[in-house]
């Protein structure tokens, strides 16, 4: 790879951030004069220097908060109040704007008027405390039940004199011809099979009615509502559904940021009206490419600028990597998350705006680093020329890395505190040709 190239062409995400432990030039001019052309041909030397550098991933995204909402009227009709400003903080269920009621339809009208019966019913429902009182009542009816049919099993299990009749039927002759004369006999002894299958099916019926009931009582004496109640706040909650359609609602607790109607506009169902956000929850998504992604992990610390805001910077960490990556302009990208940790309540914070992402992938490590310039490249790859210290010099052959500043990573058979040479610029002057020769 060509650095000195690379370093004109560099449009990747990566970027190496800079922490510089040693940063010493020295360079060496041997003699050099701007007044004398013959020292333009003096070498120009650079030492090899240590760099203390963190890897880094360069991406973008924009700034989001979560929760965000932008709410919209379910309803046309006239704007009665406005009740918030831009920038206050409120609560969730919070009236933000209300309609005229007589400016919407009669159904809404209508919801307020049944809105108010229902609540009176389930106030009357939730005093009269009945729930709980008849369930006992059932329960204990069916326990009773239950006893008796338990009772009645065993007796006919267990006696040898149960009573029973036993009819017959005898064909006689009569006046008028033949007929039928049934007699019955009493008598006692073990019940009938039939009669003990019968009873075995009743104690089934009975003992699941028990347990209906049963868990009907520990039901309501937990605290839960019965059928009753529970109706009766349906037909509340529908009616307020209905009614809710005059209002803009808070839905959760946040920051509102804009306020798009005022008293008396009129407005249709589906308009904007108000965007609210809890600021205390900011984030970025961006895309990384399939080359980085390896190297991204959960909680890398990550520093945030904005477009929209010079001069300030955030810091935040990667709070969610989404495996499965997508095809962006033929490229494989990976969504990744970057959670804001807490900032400041009076900075200005533009939803939206551009972020520029720095994610910190390594930590900071020592690399021996060389101007650009000192970097040569042939056929055999890229080097430097070492001066030793009688003067001479030796080719040692480096792989350039990452470009900071105008220096270059490098590794290879170098040691910091080495003399390398620099590329010298050409000392050729073309000739002046307004100037006449003599």
Known sequence: MNTIQN???????????????????????????????????????????????????????????????????????????????????????????????????????????????????????????????????????????????????????????????????????????????????NFKGPAPQEWIVDAENDLALKKGLLDDAQREYDRLLAGEESNEVLAARAKVEAAQTTVNSLYIIAPFDGQVLSIDNRVGDSVSANELSVNIANLNQLYVEAQVDESDIANVKLGNQAEITLDALSGVMFTGQVSAINPVGESVSGLVKYTVRIDLDKVDEDTFLPLGATANITIKVKEAQATLAVPITAIQNDDNGEFVWVIESDGSSTRVYVVGGAIVGDMVMVSGDLQAGQKVSLVRESSFEAPNPFQGGQ
Do not use: C, H
Request: glycine share 6%; proline share 3%; hydrophobic share 40%.
């Open 7 to 185: 370093f004109w062409k560099n449009k990747t995400l990566r970027n190496w951030s800079i922490g510089i432990a040693v940063v010493i030039l020295v360079f060496m001019a041997r003699g050099f004069s701007p007044a004398r052309a013959s020292d333009l041909t003096a070498p120009v030397e650079a030492e090899v220097v240590t760099l203390k550098v963190a890897e880094t991933i360069e991406t973008s995204g924009t700034l989001q908060a979560q929760p965000f909402a932008s709410l919209a009227w379910k309803t046309s009709g006239v704007v009665e109040s406005v009740n918030v400003e831009v920038g206050d903080f409120v609560k969730a269920g919070d009236i933000l704007l209300t309609l005229q009621p007589e400016s919407t339809s009669a159904s809404i009208v209508s919801a307020q008027a049944d809105l108010i019966t229902a609540q009176e019913d389930l106030e009357d429902v939730l005093a009269s405390g009945t729930g709980l009182a008849q369930a006992a009542i059932d329960l204990k009816e069916a326990q009773e039940d239950y006893d008796k049919a338990v009772n009645y099993l065993k007796y006919l299990q267990t006696d040898q004199n149960v009573p029973q009749t036993l009819y017959t039927a005898k064909l006689v002759q009569t006046r008028n011809g033949w007929e039928y004369k049934y007699e019955s006999k």
